[in-house]
């Protein structure tokens, strides 16, 4: 593991411990602590946490399910790899599912959610300001939370959650391409703009061209990472 440690973990009264527990795997691995391809031991990772192994187990179980880590036979468990591909087809559905739940939102909305979006974008804007990434990231994921709880399809935005947490680990280079928070917070606007005059195709049709573009800064991004530890790596030779 990295030289940043887990740390013990802090029980939660109103949260069984398996949830603490794969909360803090998930976000340790989407915040690097846990690499990809690294192998999750659970006698190691229970005294870290300072847990038995059985709500270990389990949330690497949990975590298995969501696409988190990888279980191989006879050989263990790791954090999962993420591939351009995987990247790709994970948009395919999201796109289509962030479509659907933009126009449920503007059909079923309440004017209180509509104030609320409007404000998000104000602090979204703020943050993006003073170039605080951890607050717009917290931000970004908070006004996707109102937009699908506007949609009220519960299951809906269950599976849109998970798709999100597989790939929020790369969001960081998704926004710093160039010129993407402005477009992002633009593209949000338009959706609000859409979804408060409930306008149901206009807001499917901009939730559409986000992933779009969301996609595209990502797989840019990831190929730029690849690219520039390439050549690192040459230059080690």
Do not use: C
């Not at 943050?127 to 699908?148: G, N, P, Q, T």
């Not at 009220?152 to 849109?160: C, M, T, Y």
């Not at 593209?187 to 609000?192: D, G, I, K, Y």
Request: glycine share 4%.
């Amino acid at each position: 593991m990295k030289d940043t440690r887990l740390q013990p973990i802090k029980l939660d009264a109103y949260k069984p411990l398996r949830e603490v527990v794969s909360e803090t795997l998930r976000q340790a691995i989407q915040d690097g602590v846990l690499q990809p391809g690294e192998r999750l031991m659970e006698i190691p990772l229970a005294e870290e946490l300072g847990v038995s192994r059985t709500p270990i187990r389990e949330a690497i179980r949990k975590l298995e399910l969501e696409g988190f880590v990888v279980m191989i036979p006879r050989r263990g468990t790791y954090v999962a790899n993420i591939s351009l591909k995987d990247i790709t087809q994970v948009f395919e559905i999201r796109s289509a599912l962030e479509e659907l739940a933009a126009g449920l939102a503007a059909e079923r909305i309440t004017e209180e959610e509509i104030e609320e979006l409007e404000r998000m974008l104000v602090e979204i804007s703020d943050h993006i300001e003073s170039k605080d990434m951890d607050r717009i990231v917290d931000a970004d994921i908070k006004f996707h939370e109102v937009l699908y709880k506007a949609s009220r399809n519960d299951r809906l935005a269950e599976i849109v959650h998970n798709l999100r947490e597989q790939i929020i680990r790369f969001r960081s280079v998704s926004m710093n391409q160039p010129g993407r928070l402005a477009k992002t917070w633009e593209e949000h606007r338009q959706l609000v703009e859409a979804i408060g005059a409930h306008n149901a195709l206009q807001a499917r049709k901009i939730a559409r061209i986000h992933m779009e573009h969301s996609e595209q800064a990502l797989l840019t991004g990831m190929e730029n990472r690849e690219t520039a530890h390439d050549v690192e790596a040459s230059l080690q030779l």
